[in-house]
């Protein structure tokens, strides 16, 4: 799953800072944290400090969607019905499977994570994770700077290390580090 929470630096948390309109300086620290639970709870979300797809997807910043094994809620659900396997919300072995193969029947790049490129192909998320979306998803000059590591698998969210995945390429979550430290 790909989520942004305290601890974590990089262009994923400026991007979220500056929509939620605070100091964009890459950091997730206490005050970024403050900032998510306020949105989460202004906007019906489960209010827990940790941004995620159904974050992202509230705050309008489809960009940052990321679905991958261990990702949940209801941006999973939807990619479930869309794919027409068991919807439980999920994503597991089965959801990855499927995905791989939506990829390569859409010649797209067979990672198995479903991100703006992904998405954009499919019947529910087609009206928001438009073309230039895809574009939003890629590291811009000014977040170049930024370091990065590769993604962990996550339970809930926790950090589990062991099987880990590059960011697919040029993706903006490449450009996040913080997840073992």
């Known amino acids: 799953m790909s989520i942004l929470k305290r ?48 974050t992202f997807t509230a705050m309008g910043l489809h960009e940052l969607v990321l679905l991958r094994v261990g990702s949940r809620g209801a941006a999973v659900k939807a990619l479930q019905e869309d794919l027409g396997i068991g919807a439980d919300g999920i994503f597991g072995a089965g959801t990855r499977k499927a995905v791989m193969a939506f990829q390569e029947e859409n010649g797209l790049d067979v990672d198995g994570m479903a991100g703006p490129a992904t998405l954009s192909k499919m019947k529910s998320f087609a009206s928001v994770v438009t073309d230039a979306v895809v574009e939003k998803a890629a590291v811009k000059a000014d977040e170049e700077h930024f370091e990065s590591e590769d993604l962990p698998e996550l339970k809930g969210a926790d950090v589990v290390k062991g099987s880990v995945e590059a960011a697919p390429d040029n993706s903006i979550w490449g450009k996040v580090k913080g997840w073992f430290g």
């Not at 990089?10 to 890459?26: T, Y």
């Open 7 to 54: 601890g974590l630096k990089g262009a994923p948390v400026k991007r979220l800072q500056e929509k939620l309109g605070i100091d964009a300086d890459g950091d997730f620290g206490p005050g970024t944290e403050k900032a998510v639970r306020a949105f989460q709870q202004a906007n019906g979300l489960a209010v827990d400090g940790i941004a995620g797809p159904d």
